[in-house]
């Protein structure tokens, strides 16, 4: 499946294996995530959608909806040309999108049959956003076409394609902060008339939020909600305006297992009734738990088109997606044996949420020099919270908070930072970037104390230091002068990471570090990781992927509305003791390494030998 | 996207290898360097010396070098806004009965062909220039100084405080230096106050500065109407004339004072302090992202705080230099709302500190434009300012739709 054409064009001893075709940083020119969110927030009002809503009410026109998705052959009905299958809701043939030098789609055909859930999968960078931006009518194609249920159709803004029945639920979040849910949906759904019939437009969401299974509260502020909410009340809203098709691009990254499985769930009863779902995911299980067909797209390109990934292995599919096998994290690691202080000491923290209640309650538990402490939980269980308290921008309402024996107190981030403390926050969009600031700015923002020279910096020796981070680091970040305005989550992302785990620290406190990232990335992020922990760092690492935390953890403190409900050693513990903690249920008995409170205390003794004899 | 396109993709894909040549080198570097894969097969023939360091980044280019290029079409645009103005305002002649050619011809020839005239658009550019930076390095921080008139005012009574006290007592020279001084520092705690009330009360700054503007008029009535008043005057509410030994000089033969040196001075140290300094660094950090700030460490209420106050200290200036080199009495107009058109002109240069140079002359020519429309043309004094409202509205709605293209594309 590997276009072939490639190799008849003649750009000779530059050219490499099509394999290989990867811009080196990734470079994702559908991404402006920054400057367009408040841009794309606008463009939401959609009064098209008039009609549309009736559309959930009454059963899919070609009642094509036999679960498991693939057997379509009943179906012929309004499609003259469709002989051997159903008429796909959504073909896109030929497409084909150039970014100035970038070619960001080259010749990409995919489509989407009803009551099918099509997989879209690929690296960073692989042209996947692109492709469904080009379907959505953000971006036009360069050349190609496009079909909706067989009609030939040329999309020149969102608002076409929800009148298409396309709806887009985007990775990055459209929703306006300072509104509540009704408020957000009530942009969406707009109805003709002056009022907005608030009290109507709540009951619906609610049934809605009933029927989904999916737990939206309409009166909440989008602002006050976490990441994984925001994006739930997206879906929901999705689904809510009409749509047929259902886009959803990377819904999974951010969800808690149980949100997962709601979705999935959710999902499965999408395409029971005949909706075509597009889902474009990083994680290979998932593909292969929830998709009829999967396209992995590589360098702009389709690699495989269309085909069933059940029967495809991991490493099959993480080889069509990169272009090479990606090694396994080393199981075994060694014990670091430091005299240092705990790198982060929590005693009976407090701390309030953004909405002024209490959003962290009285936890204790300490990160030992090099140890990793995974933190698990449902989203918003206070994570967010945890992980600004502990780099001390966020003050404690209650206890105490020590980066390497250092107590924060009062002194803020500034202190996080004397202390060594470093981070990587969860929402970098609107905590650690500065979007009209390069990328060397950025590298330089985290130590400028490093690049003084008189009056100013010296940005010389800043743009050397990040070069040599860049080397070292190997993340491929976005080159130096690029604006962080201009650059995808994911290339974000790498900004961050680069910048937190290329210079010395001696706490590392990483919220979902592998969001937005591909596979070798991840890899490459937890290998980082490791790398910190051999060099006596200690680290918080926050995700909602257990298999990760699992897979990188020494330990792994569980949250749950807040509180810490347990600390289990990472090596003997399994989902179903995580999810329990998860959900508040008491930890199993007879698991001491559970309490709480021992490990305060303990990891001040030494390092936590439990992964390597676990191990 | 029709059918006709698609052919052409055939030949779109063979000019596909171009993106990839030029990130050929990091390719390489970055696999050979190491890269995270074993079984990554890389091409020999790649003709690259890989692991090259600094490959990836180009630790030379300066973070602003668009700057430059856009001030040139940052002219180009405001050039067109003017015309665009111009034409609404030929109109607006037009109903009012004149004749546009011959008032354009009279403001041209009495402002743009006589020496006076000429030397007035420099003489007003000064407080104009300076009033302009108190709103340009706030507005680097996120903030809206909009009190740029009360500054200069709280600048010109300093100034004149000095004058008249000491003013016909010590050497002229240091009783200027002590004007400057003064001003500087009754505009920067001015405007401090407003910074203060921002960062403790939580007052935003645009409107506590606007609304200290009518205080800091209002404490220049008192004193030019009582305390100050010129005990030796006419009855006119005005102070005492400055001693002409404080009297700021003349440029050569001219009627132009050494303010606008001054003015050209202060921008150009804006412009450094901005550029090069790492406080003008971290103010843009503040004024891209405050929360990124913060958690960078930075000290954000001292950073915010010393923004204003270096921005009131310029107009204070400004307002010692008007004082002293033009009005040299207090009197109740003394500003003519100099300070408002400096905010103006600090928005038409987009807060860039060089445009805003160009942007405080031309909105002075326009003022002593206005000035002969009206002696000339007998049009009232307040069409200059419907001209400039125009002006404003023309280069705010062209940057503006512009910044929406820049995000759709």
Known sequence: MVAPRLRTVGRAPHRRRPDEDISSWAEEPEGRDVSTVRAQARSFHSPANAGDQSFLDRPPATDVGTVGGCAMSAVTVEAPGATTTAEPLLAVTGFTKRFGEVLANADVSFDVRPGEVHALIGKNGAGKSTLLKLVYGIYRPDSGEMRVAGEKVAVGSPMQARALGIGMVFQDLRLVPAFTVTENYALALARNGITLRHGELRRRIAEASASYGLAVDPTALVRHLSIGERQRTEILKVLMTGARIVILDEPTSVLAPSEVDALFAMVTGLRAQGFGVVIVTHKLAEVRAIADRVTVLRGGRVVLGGVDPKPMTDAELVEAMVGQTVAPLPAQRPTVTSEAPPALELVGVSALGDRGVTALHDVTFAVAPGEIVGVAGVAGSGQRELCEVAVGARPPSAGTVRVSGRDLGRGGPTAGIAAGAVDVPEDPVNDAVVPALTVLEHMALANLRAFLRRIGLDWRRAGSHTAEINDRVRLRMAPAHRKVADLSGGNIQRVMLSRALGREANLVVAAYPSRGLDIATTRRTQELLLARRAEGAGLLVVSEDLDELMAVADRIAVFCAGRLTGVVPAATTNRQELGALMTGAPSPAGAPSADPATPAVAPAAGPTPDRSDGA | ?409
């Open chain 2, 1 to 409: 996207m029709s059918d006709a396109t698609i052919p052409a993709q055939a030949e779109g894909g063979a000019v596909i290898p171009k993106p990839r040549a030029a990130h050929g080198t990091q390719d390489a570097a970055d696999a050979a360097g190491g890269g995270t894969v074993a079984t990554a097969t890389l091409v020999p023939e790649v003709p690259v010396a890989a692991g090259t360091p600094g490959a990836s980044v180009d630790p030379g280019v300066p973070p602003t070098e668009s700057r430059l290029t856009g001030f040139g079409r940052g002219l180009a645009r405001w050039v067109a806004a003017l015309a665009g103005a111009i034409a609404i305002f030929t109109v607006l002649l037009l109903v009012k009965g004149a004749n546009p050619a011959s008032v354009y011809a009279d403001v041209w020839t009495s402002t743009f062909t006589n020496q006076p005239s000429i030397e007035q658009i420099f003489v007003k550019a000064a407080p104009l220039l300076l009033g302009a930076l108190a709103v340009v390095v706030p507005a680097r921080a996120g903030l809206v100084n909009v009190g740029g008139e009360g500054q200069i005012v709280m600048g010109a009574v300093a100034a004149g405080g000095i004058g008249i006290s000491l003013g016909d007592r010590l050497g002229g020279g240091l009783v200027m230096i002590l004007m400057i001084v003064a001003s500087m520092a009754a505009g920067a705690a001015w405007a401090g106050l407003a910074a203060v009330l921002r960062l403790t009360v939580g007052i935003n700054e645009a409107v506590s500065t606007l609304l200290m503007n009518y205080i800091a008029l209002d404490l220049l009535l008192y004193l030019i109407y009582s305390p100050w008043k010129d005990p030796h005057g006419t009855g006119q509410p005005t102070t005492a004339e400055l001693a002409d030994t404080a009297k700021l000089p003349y440029l050569g033969t001219t009627a132009v004072h050494v303010g606008f040196v001054f003015a050209l001075i202060a921008t150009a140290v804006v412009w450094v302090l901005l550029r090069y300094t790492t406080w003008g660094f971290r103010l843009r950090v503040i004024g891209g992202n405050p929360e990124a700030a913060r958690r960078a460490g930075l000290p954000v209420a001292l950073l915010l705080l010393s923004a204003m106050a270096v921005g009131g200290a310029l107009a204070g200036l400004g307002g010692m230099v008007h004082y002293a080199g033009v009005e040299y009495k207090l009197r109740t107009g003394i500003t003519t709302n100099f300070g408002y058109i400096a905010f103006l002109a600090s928005w038409l240069a987009r807060h860039n500190p060089v445009s805003v140079v160009v942007a405080a002359l031309a909105l002075a020519a326009i003022t002593v434009a206005g000035d002969s429309l009206q002696i000339d043309s007998g049009l009232p004094a307040a069409s200059v300012n419907i001209l400039m409202g125009l002006v404003l509205i023309a280069v705010l709605g062209w940057t503006t739709r512009r910044k929406s293209e820049g995000k759709a594309r």
